[in-house]
């Protein structure tokens, strides 16, 4: 499944701006730069020298910026087998959703719903799965948009975190640990982009996964809409100290690996 990244240079600058609270003109005079240069810059024009004086003020890694501005990043992490990514559109973007399950039970998780969950229903079916629970990473509409058919047409129960709330949904803490078959499924609470923002860390496949809804995004991040500190705190200590092989399946964009992330995400290069 070729998707497009979430975010491009100009979205990363974007999103450390707004989480640092630095405006155009404060960034243009730290960076010892003009403030045409900074316009051009968010308007997606590259100037390589305005680049790599901006990333360090933003905390950036420059050269992984300027990587992703020359569309020189691409993550290329396959499906494993007991691991399925469903990209449906939700009005002028996309979302995913994901179906890990254990090959030798047959029994499932779906992780949020997607704008539609009837191709998780279908692949379920297909494969004669039985989905036992659903995950949820956060509340946002777009990640729960068919909580409603999904819970129907499979029975299973919902959990999302405490912190937040969903219509038929039970709450569980960080922590928290599911056993589905052969699978083992632990909560961390990887909050900042939303205020109960889950990753669930998956063991018991040919390699381990981390299911991070819009925590983690190939070569950027959620925003940091409630914490941008606490954000980037949370994706560096909880999701980015997993293994390096570990499978990132993120909300938006195509799937990545922890190893990647660390070598080439403008927002963590140099921070671990």
């Known amino acids: 499944m070729n998707i497009p990244l979430e975010d491009n240079f100009t979205d990363v600058i974007g999103k450390a701006q707004r989480g640092l609270e630095i405006s155009d003109s404060d960034l243009a005079k730290k960076a010892r730069l003009d403030a045409s240069a900074i316009r051009k810059l ?8 305005a680049l790599f004086r ?14 992703l501005a020359q ?7 396959r499906e494993i087998d007991g691991l399925t990514m469903f990209n449906t559109p939700y009005h002028d973007m996309t979302v995913n959703a994901f179906l890990v399950w254990d090959p030798k039970s047959h029994e499932a998780i779906a992780f949020d719903t997607g704008a539609d969950c009837r191709p998780i229903l279908d692949r379920v079916k297909r494969d004669k799965l039985t989905v036992k629970l659903i995950l949820l990473t956060h509340a946002h509409p777009d990640h729960i948009a068919d909580l409603s058919r999904l819970k129907t047409q499979t029975g299973a129960p919902v959990y999302i975190s ?10 569980i803490s960080e922590g928290h640990e599911f056993n589905v078959g052969n699978l083992n499924v632990k909560a ?10 889950m990753t669930f860390f998956v063991t018991g496949l040919a390699r381990p996964i981390a299911v991070v809804g819009d925590s983690i995004f190939a070569g950027s991040m959620g925003g940091g809409n ?5 954000a980037l705190k949370n994706n560096v200590e909880k999701i980015l100290t997993l293994p390096d092989e570990t499978i990132i399946c993120p909300g938006h ?4 690996t922890v190893g990647e992330e660390k ?3 403008p927002f963590f290069v140099g921070r671990i």
């Open 42 to 49: 968010r308007r997606g024009h590259y100037d390589e020298l």
């Open 71 to 77: 569309n020189e990043y691409r993550p290329e992490v």
């Open 226 to 230: 409630v914490s941008y500190k606490e």
């Open 162 to 171: 405490e912190r937040e709330a969903a219509f038929g949904a039970e709450t």
């Open 54 to 67: 901006v990333a360090p003020v933003l905390g950036l890694g420059a050269r992984a910026l300027a990587d």
């Open 263 to 265: 070598a080439h995400n």
């Open 253 to 256: 964009g195509p799937m990545t």
């Open 188 to 197: 961390l609470l990887t909050w900042g982009h939303s205020r109960g923002g």
